[in-house]
């Protein structure tokens, strides 16, 4: 590996040599791209929205994309390992988030416990843009209950004569000794273009920072390599068709705060897109996606102590097939998008055991999911339109949702039945709306109202006897569990002075109905399979719950050296009556009913702040980041959740521009090596020890551009 990572050195040196003497001896820059935007087309501003693109991805060192996403005000992150940092956006997790990939494209992961959310299957450097929408807003892209987080990979794009480039990315971490490789070849004429990439990386094991001079080392080292190949052909300028693969790969990844590490992961990606524009005097495009996302995902307990006496391993097949159609249409000041789309998830998934005791090895053989199914297929309509000084969204989607298994398993005691019927089927209504008063050229004033819906997931629906909650209960699904719905409101206030700079001010309100918590089953019905588990949950409608908020951000203005930004986001979640179960070790004993309780895996209060200077015309750029988390004392007495301490953390980093093809980015994050672990970290699994995040980091990042 070391002899392979020096000659890739070499080469990019090489690549770095011989774009400068293509800079001199060509007549033709390439230039980066450009955006026009007029009132129109500008983005829906009555909603809290984000979005990064490349450059400012490439601004930082990023391992993990859900590591990156922790960045953004109200968005945080579930750390379970060294990687696949699962998303949380003002404290809605998991299903409760649509997280898509190239608008549109559905992914399931295969492990329970959430090894592999959906960003984990995309690495940073694919990346082209990111769109993070808040709230139940969003209705084009299927149900969205908590929000939208879209990742659009890099597209291949005609050219005007035959054309090819080349991107490539070499970078190196301390602490982690992790390596990272990435290139892709680009081009095409006017008729036939593609983008072709591939990326490696290999990560160790991190450190925590040092705490009374002793550093914790964690198991949390990783292996990911990737590809991905495009395909377009455009036969008229009107017409345009993408082919797409992309596969994702992980090998012996490590989690040491679950049961289980990840042995193996491939997933492919199967896409197809049709695009065709202006078809008539008021129909703006037509957009047809098809696509099929496959995971096989394989977990065991090999390198754990208990490997010798007990061999688990776990292997689940999850496979998404879907697809949808929208068409936009502009009559004047009126914009309509309208469309259906598709989901259908097939999930199977076994776990299976070895037990050796006194000479002897028995097996044993459980289903997580067998055959389990889930259709989801929905109608959207998205309309907006200026009128004087406001600018007004309304935005309509229905649901159909259907879900079966073939599993046969029956829970039935003193004629209550527990697990009994596994289909189901429900009709699901999401709406929003939304307006903006633009009271002078420099301030709006937004309110946004948002209904979204979503149908249980498939663990929700058909898990069984496995400890995949916050707690080390066992859990087991629900097939009649009702769907749950956001309500929510939104107020944005937005400043914007040329010579001061821009502020947002974000408020929001949620009032979740049918909120889908877990209750104890009485142990004379089931009991734990899991070791040390002192009891089985299972999925139930809640009631409600509520949540508020806000968010805050400034940014300098762009035309001065010295710059940066502010900002800082707070959520504060509570459910009205649960219930707390009192163990005495692994066996509960009572409970009792708490009142207004706190939502567990909340976030505290944080802010962040950049400042940045422009040096020799901007081709180097020093920056320093600053980030403050409040202690975490609002905390779940029912799930005994602890709280957290504050901390303060400080990274550094520079840009440098060598020429207009090749540029460093390096620095050192935690740079005062500070102890310290995120509220949402989870524990080592069999301890109440903290999941430490990693000491101070050093990196140097290379980019070449051809």
């Not at 969003?138 to 597209?155: E, H």
């Amino acid at each position: 590996m070391s002899k392979f990572f020096l000659l890739t050195v070499f080469m990019f040196v090489g690549l770095m040599q011989y774009s400068q003497a293509q800079m001199e001896l060509e007549d033709t820059i390439l230039l980066e791209p450009i955006t026009i935007s007029d009132k129109m087309i500008k983005r829906v501003s009555y909603i809290a929205t984000n979005y990064i693109d490349r450059a400012e991805l490439q601004s930082t060192s990023i391992r993990d994309v859900g590591e990156f996403l922790r960045r953004i005000p109200n968005v945080s992150g579930i750390r379970r390992g060294g990687s696949a940092i699962d998303p949380v956006v003002r404290g809605y997790k998991y299903s409760q988030l649509n997280v898509i990939m190239n608008n549109g494209i559905k992914i399931e992961g295969g492990c329970p416990n959430r090894m592999d959310p959906v960003s984990s299957h995309i690495e940073a450097e694919d990346i082209e843009n990111i769109e993070i929408i808040k709230g139940p807003f969003s209705m084009k892209y299927g149900p969205s209950f908590g929000g939208l987080i879209n990742l659009v990979s890099a597209f291949p794009k005609p050219y005007e004569k035959f054309e090819i480039h080349t991107n490539a990315m070499l970078g190196m971490e301390s602490n982690w000794n992790g390596k990272k490789i990435h290139g892709s070849v680009f081009g095409g004429n006017r008729t036939v273009f593609f983008h072709v990439a591939g990326g490696y990386r290999n990560y160790g094991n991190y450190e925590s920072g040092s705490r009374e001079g002793i550093d914790t080392v964690y198991s949390s080292a990783f292996l990911k390599y990737n590809h991905t190949a495009k395909f377009g052909l455009s036969f008229s300028k009107k017409h345009k068709i993408i082919l797409s693969w992309d596969g994702v790969h992980g090998r012996d990844v490590m989690f040491p705060a679950l049961p289980m590490d990840e042995k193996s992961d491939d997933t492919h990606i199967y896409s197809f897109d049709y695009q065709a524009e202006r078809l008539g005097p008021f129909i703006r495009s037509l957009e047809v996606k098809l696509y099929r996302s496959d995971v096989y995902h394989v977990m065991d307990n090999s390198h754990r102590a208990s490997f010798s006496t007990m061999q688990m391993t776990t292997d689940v097949d999850a496979v998404n097939t879907g697809g949808r159609t929208a068409i936009n249409i502009q009559i004047g000041n009126h914009g309509l998008q309208t469309g259906i789309d598709h989901e259908n998830i097939q999930k199977d998934g076994k776990r299976v055991g070895y037990m050796s005791m006194m000479g002897t090895t028995s097996k044993n053989t459980k289903n997580l999911w067998l055959d389990a199914l889930i259709r989801n297929t929905g109608f959207f309509a998205e309309y907006k339109t200026l009128f004087a000084s406001y600018e007004i969204y309304g935005g309509l989607r229905m649901d159909y949702n259907q879900a079966t298994s073939g599993d046969t398993l029956e829970i039935i005691e003193n004629g209550v039945e527990y697990f009994n019927e596994t289909g189901s089927e429900y009709f699901n209504l999401s709406a929003s709306f939304g307006i903006t008063k633009s009271i002078n050229p420099w301030l709006e004033i937004s309110l946004g109202l948002g209904r979204g819906t979503r149908s249980p997931n498939m663990l929700e629906r058909y898990i069984k006897l496995l400890a995949v909650g916050y707690d080390k209960y066992d859990y087991l699904g629900n097939p009649q569990l009702k769907p749950e719905t956001n309500n929510e409101i939104d107020l944005t206030l937005q400043i914007s002075k040329e010579r001061t700079g821009d502020v947002y001010m974000n408020f929001f309100y949620s009032f979740v109905q049918d909120y889908i918590n877990a209750n104890l089953l009485p142990s004379s019905v089931i009991t734990p399979q899991t070791p040390g588990a002192p009891g089985v949950k299972q999925f139930y409608n809640a009631g409600y719950i509520t949540s508020k908020g806000f968010e805050f951000g400034y940014k300098s203005p762009d035309r001065h050296k010295l710059g940066g930004d502010l900002v800082a986001a707070y959520t504060y979640a509570v459910i009205p009556a649960v219930k707390k179960y009192i163990t005495n070790g692994t066996e509960v004993v009572d409970d009792v009913e708490i009142r207004n309780d706190a939502l567990p895996e909340i976030p505290p209060f944080e802010a962040t702040m950049n400042i940045y200077y422009r040096l020799f015309k901007g081709n180097l750029v020093p920056r320093l980041t600053v980030r403050a988390v409040a202690r975490q004392d609002h905390v779940s007495e029912a799930f005994y959740e602890p709280s957290t301490p504050g901390f303060c953390i400080l990274n550094f980093s520079a840009n440098f521009k060598i020429n207009r093809l090749t540029e460093i980015n390096a620095g050192v994050t935690n740079l005062f090596d500070r102890n310290y672990y995120e509220h949402l970290n989870r524990r080592i699994i069999g301890t109440n020890e903290n999941l430490y995040e990693p000491g101070r980091v050093f990196f140097a990042t290379l980019y070449v551009n051809l």
